[in-house]
């Protein structure tokens, strides 16, 4: 599966906690990251994740491009309780591409627990289904 991460700066260390704490579930999946956040997480947790840009040099962006074309599967996108003008937009937008492509998305602690449970589970093996990226890898295309 394809998991993407972003965090803002006030949920950083709640990002790595949690990465920390389900690096065993986590490591059997392709992460990308915003920067910033990647290599917050690839240093407390160990996990080997590819680094887009920062978020506000558009990594979010190359986030939502990801998801635009059904190459994401989850995204975990921890953000601040009091979002500054100058993300909500983008924060929108990313949600709303998520609703629009079926992409589960936790934006806090419990629903992260939920989805990366049920990532473990198998529960959310149908997005296999619609992400052409994990069809192309798996017949060894990509």
Same mark, same amino acid.
């Given at each position: ?15 790595? +906690?949690?990465?920390?704490a ?12 915003? +920067?910033?956040?990647?290599k917050?997480?690839?240093?407390a947790?160990?996990?080997?994740i590819?680094?887009?840009m ?7 962006? +190359? ?15 921890f ?11 983008m +924060? ?24 990366v449970?049920?990532?473990?589970r198998?529960?959310?093996?149908w997005?296999k ?5 994990l069809?192309?890898?798996s017949?060894?295309?990509?």
């Amino acid at each position: 599966m394809e998991i993407a991460l972003i965090a803002d700066d006030g949920k950083k260390e709640l990002m790595a +906690q949690f990465c920390i704490a389900y690096s065993g579930i986590l490591s059997k999946h392709h992460i990308c990251a915003t +920067q910033t956040t990647g290599k917050y997480v690839k240093d407390a947790a160990d996990l080997d994740i590819e680094m887009l840009m920062a978020g506000s040099t558009g990594g979010c962006e +190359q986030i939502q491009s990801r998801i635009s074309f059904n190459e994401i599967d989850v995204l975990f996108f921890f953000r601040d309780t009091e979002p500054a003008e100058r993300h909500s937009a983008m +924060q929108q937008d990313m949600l709303r591409l998520c609703d629009v492509y079926s992409v589960p998305v936790a934006t806090n602690l419990a629903t992260a627990e939920v989805l990366v449970m049920a990532l473990d589970r198998g529960e959310l093996d149908w997005r296999k289904l619609v992400n052409p990226y994990l069809l192309r890898r798996s017949k060894g295309i990509d």
